[in-house]
C-alpha cells in the first residue's frame, strides 16, 4: 500500500529482458535501505525487489504489467518515481494508493498557469471498464507515474492536474512532455461504490 507522496525519482541503470519479464536495476539514495522482498512503487507501480547491491537495486516486471505500465518503455538514464511502502503509523498526506496500475494515458498539453503548471492527459478505457469505476471525477484523486493528484477538468475519457514547482522538480514531471506516456490508477474508492451499485441493481 502506498500513498502517491513520491520520495525520489530514481535513475535506470540496468534492463534485461528474460522472456516476458523485464528486470529493471535503478540506483536512489535509499537503495542500501532496502532488503530483498520489499515493495517500492515505480511510477506508480509495485515491484519486488530481487537484487541488491549497493546503492542500485533490481526488480521485476512481468508481461501484464508492461503492458499496463510504461515500465517496458523505459531507456538508460530515464527516471522513475519510487516510493517506500506506507507507515500505518503515519499521516496519509496523499491518498490510498495500491500499486496496481490500471492503464496509460497520453500527455496531450502542457500550460504554466501563474507558478504551476497544468498537465493534460488522455487515456483509453473500455465502456465496461468505465462502469466499473475507472474514470475520474472533478476534485477526485487520480495517481499519475506514482503521484497522487486531484482532477480537474475530468471528461469521459480525459483529465488535467495542478502541479506545483516542487512537485515538478522533485518528481519525474519535469521530464513529461507533450505525447509522453504515463501510468494511470484510479481511485480505490470509487470502484468499490461502482461495484456496490453494479451489485444493487
Not at 528486470?23 to 520489499?38: G, W
Not at 498539453?109 to 492527459?121: K, N, P, V
Not at 469521459?156 to 506516456?181: E, L, M, R
Amino acid at each position: 500500500m502506498f500513498s502517491g507522496i513520491v520520495e525520489e525519482s530514481a535513475t535506470v541503470v540496468g534492463l534485461e529482458k528474460e522472456g516476458g519479464n523485464l528486470h529493471l536495476t535503478l540506483t536512489c539514495s535509499f537503495a542500501s535501505e532496502l532488503s530483498i522482498d520489499q515493495s517500492v512503487a515505480h511510477n506508480g507501480v509495485c515491484l519486488t525487489v530481487v537484487r541488491l547491491d549497493g546503492d542500485r537495486y533490481t526488480v521485476t516486471a512481468v508481461e501484464e504489467t508492461l503492458r499496463r505500465s510504461n515500465l517496458g518503455l523505459l531507456s538508460i538514464g530515464d527516471h522513475v518515481n519510487v516510493e517506500r511502502s506506507m507507515i500505518m503509523n503515519g499521516r496519509l498526506d496523499g491518498h490510498i494508493v495500491q500499486g496496481h496500475v490500471d492503464c496509460r494515458a497520453t500527455c496531450t498539453d502542457i500550460r504554466e498557469t501563474d507558478g504551476s503548471y497544468l498537465y493534460t492527459f488522455r487515456y483509453s478505457v473500455e465502456r465496461e471498464m468505465a462502469r466499473r469505476g475507472y474514470f475520474t471525477v472533478e476534485k477526485g484523486s487520480v495517481c499519475v507515474n506514482g503521484v497522487s493528484l486531484t482532477v480537474v477538468n475530468s471528461t469521459d475519457n480525459g483529465f488535467s492536474v495542478a502541479i506545483i514547482p516542487y512537485t515538478h522538480d522533485n518528481t519525474n514531471f519535469a521530464d513529461i512532455q507533450k505525447d509522453s506516456v504515463v501510468n494511470i490508477e484510479f481511485d480505490i474508492i470509487g470502484k468499490y461504490l461502482c461495484k456496490m451499485h453494479h451489485y444493487e441493481d
